[in-house]
């Protein structure tokens, strides 16, 4: 069932451009099986001379994100307004999209039931009812990463609704447990290890000793918690990125420090360290990451803390082993004891790594029969959406046309997004 309340607008400029702020309020569970409603927000650009032109809605990686909040026009957005009007949608329970964190759901007797119509499949039927409101019988979509996944799942429920999609760094495997997903995101993590002790030779050396130091030494975070040493690791989701990459030296050039005689960690390490490892800004994504892979009974049931399964496998990853690998995008269930942001959410995530029936997000039969324009950006060394499993997709989804490169790591979109979103349209036309 779609929300049908009509959309409330408000509007401002923004960078020479003209920008309206839409909410509409939607129900709680489109299925109509659980009471309530949430309102979604988004904003849309337009460009000068463009408010007769189609609208795009983007769609971003996540879970758990709110859209960007852009106060200068360029990269992707740039291009894409030269085409169209361009609408950046708060994922439900992000931004202004009724917040879910540890302040909002306080109190609240089922978290987790409410928490579990936050996935793809919701967003997408919050998008519908966005779209209705606005008056636009068919729009484009562009996703990256999680923001793909959601573009998928799309273009299994509505594709009538769509002009054209655009995904970068974000096709789902389609079926399969979440086992699947982190083996092959270990390895490329591994090879991320690799890549980043070739590049800076001493570097394994340093974050083989913070973490031993951690593991012998208490060392509070600005936020006033232990930094554990298997927390510490988590900081190589810097590693699947390109200026996080490039960034790491800096981080980690001199962590120590002598006080009164003892070796500890300098304040700015900790607090950039505690920058990079805390869910305070964004808990959902710490909450439903597992979700994005859960498929239901027919596809393996709960996910059951999959990475930390997987990851019990792997003993390089250990924080206990003499050259420790740093991790990339896994969430653990002992986050949820570590970062004050995530405890009051425990229970919240342990019920929802339980959970046995989310139901199917995508329909690989209507992928396969699919009209609708798609092009989509696969990257050989994404570290966060394995390249394997993407092209297993694209070769499911009739007529997608994939740009396959490395050129990029899994931040393409960001770091040269007006030149990929201008590759990817040609490629979707040509």
Same mark, same amino acid.
């Given at each position: 069932?779609?929300? *049908?309340?009509?959309? #409330?607008?408000?509007?401002?400029?923004?960078?020479?451009?003209?920008?309206?702020?839409?909410?509409?309020?939607?129900?709680?569970?489109?299925?109509?099986?659980?009471?309530?409603?949430?309102?979604?927000?988004?904003?849309?650009?337009?460009?000068?001379?463009?408010?007769?032109?189609?609208?795009?809605?983007?769609?971003?990686?996540?879970?758990?994100?709110?859209?960007?909040?852009?106060?200068?026009?360029?990269?992707?957005?740039?291009?894409?307004? /030269? *085409?169209?009007?361009?609408?950046?949608?708060?994922?439900?329970?992000?931004?202004?999209?009724?917040?879910?964190?540890?302040?909002?759901?306080?109190?609240?007797? *089922?978290?987790? #039931?409410?928490?579990?119509?936050?996935?793809?499949?919701?967003?997408?039927?919050?998008?519908?009812?966005?779209?209705? #409101?606005?008056?636009? *019988?068919?729009?484009?979509?562009?996703?990256?990463?999680?923001?793909?996944?959601?573009?998928?799942?799309?273009?299994?429920?509505?594709?009538?609704?769509?002009?054209?999609?655009?995904?970068?760094?974000?096709?789902?495997?389609?079926?399969?447990?979440?086992?699947?997903?982190?083996?092959?995101?270990?390895?490329?993590?591994?090879?991320?290890?690799?890549?980043?002790?070739?590049?800076?030779?001493?570097?394994?050396?340093?974050?083989?000793?913070?973490?031993?130091?951690?593991?012998?030494?208490? /060392?509070?975070?600005?936020?006033?918690?232990?930094?554990?040493?298997?927390?510490?690791?988590?900081?190589?989701?810097?590693?699947?990125?390109?200026?996080?990459?490039?960034?790491?030296?800096?981080?980690?050039?001199?962590?120590?420090?002598?006080?009164?005689? /003892?070796?500890?960690?300098?304040?700015?390490?900790?607090?950039?360290?505690?920058?990079?490892? #805390?869910?305070?800004?964004?808990?959902?994504?710490?909450?439903?990451?597992?979700?994005?892979?859960?498929?239901?009974?027919?596809?393996?049931?709960?996910?059951?803390?999959?990475?930390?399964?997987?990851?019990?496998?792997?003993?390089?990853?250990?924080?206990?082993?003499?050259?420790?690998?740093?991790?990339?995008?896994?969430?653990?269930?002992?986050?949820?004891? /570590?970062?004050?942001?995530?405890?009051? $959410?425990?229970?919240?995530?342990?019920?929802?790594?339980?959970?046995?029936?989310?139901?199917?997000?995508?329909?690989?039969?209507? $992928?396969?029969?699919?009209?609708?324009?798609?092009?989509?950006?696969?990257?050989?060394?994404?570290?966060?959406?394995?390249?394997?499993?993407?092209?297993?997709?694209?070769?499911?989804?009739?007529?997608?046309?994939? $740009?396959?490169?490395?050129?990029?790591?899994?931040?393409?979109?960001?770091?040269?997004?007006?030149?990929?979103?201008?590759?990817?349209?040609?490629?979707?036309?040509?």
């Amino acid at each position: 069932m779609r929300g *049908e309340s009509a959309v #409330s607008t408000e509007t401002f400029r923004v960078d020479g451009h003209e920008v309206h702020e839409h909410v509409v309020t939607v129900p709680l569970d489109h299925t109509g099986t659980t009471p309530g409603t949430i309102e979604v927000f988004a904003r849309e650009f337009v460009r000068r001379g463009g408010e007769s032109r189609p609208r795009l809605i983007w769609f971003q990686g996540g879970p758990g994100n709110r859209a960007n909040r852009p106060d200068s026009v360029g990269g992707w957005l740039d291009r894409a307004l /030269e *085409e169209y009007r361009v609408v950046l949608l708060d994922q439900r329970g992000t931004g202004r999209s009724t917040p879910a964190d540890r302040q909002t759901l306080a109190g609240m007797a *089922e978290p987790a #039931s409410y928490l579990s119509h936050f996935r793809a499949d919701a967003i997408v039927e919050d998008a519908e009812a966005l779209r209705v #409101s606005l008056g636009e *019988e068919k729009w484009s979509v562009l996703g990256q990463s999680f923001g793909g996944f959601i573009a998928t799942a799309y273009l299994s429920r509505h594709p009538g609704s769509l002009r054209e999609v655009v995904i970068t760094a974000g096709l789902p495997a389609l079926t399969g447990p979440a086992d699947d997903v982190y083996a092959l995101t270990y390895a490329q993590t591994a090879r991320r290890n690799a890549d980043l002790g070739r590049a800076f030779p001493w570097l394994p050396g340093t974050i083989a000793d913070v973490a031993r130091h951690l593991g012998d030494t208490e /060392e509070l975070l600005p936020t006033g918690e232990r930094l554990s040493a298997r927390r510490f690791l988590q900081i190589g989701i810097k590693l699947g990125a390109a200026s996080g990459f490039a960034a790491m030296p800096y981080l980690l050039e001199d962590p120590f420090v002598s006080v009164r005689g /003892e070796r500890r960690l300098r304040d700015r390490f900790l607090a950039e360290v505690g920058g990079v490892v #805390s869910f305070a800004g964004n808990p959902l994504y710490a909450v439903l990451h597992e979700t994005i892979y859960a498929q239901g009974s027919a596809s393996h049931g709960a996910t059951r803390w999959a990475a930390q399964r997987v990851r019990d496998r792997l003993p390089a990853f250990d924080a206990s082993a003499s050259a420790p690998l740093l991790t990339g995008e896994h969430i653990y269930p002992w986050q949820f004891d /570590e970062d004050p942001a995530l405890v009051p $959410l425990k229970d919240a995530a342990e019920a929802l790594a339980a959970k046995e029936d989310f139901g199917r997000l995508y329909d690989p039969a209507t $992928l396969a029969e699919n009209t609708v324009p798609v092009a989509a950006a696969v990257y050989q060394d994404d570290m966060f959406v394995p390249r394997q499993l993407s092209l297993q997709t694209a070769a499911g989804i009739r007529g997608l046309r994939p $740009l396959i490169t490395n050129e990029y790591q899994h931040d393409g979109i960001r770091v040269d997004g007006r030149n990929l979103l201008d590759r990817l349209l040609r490629l979707l036309r040509g």
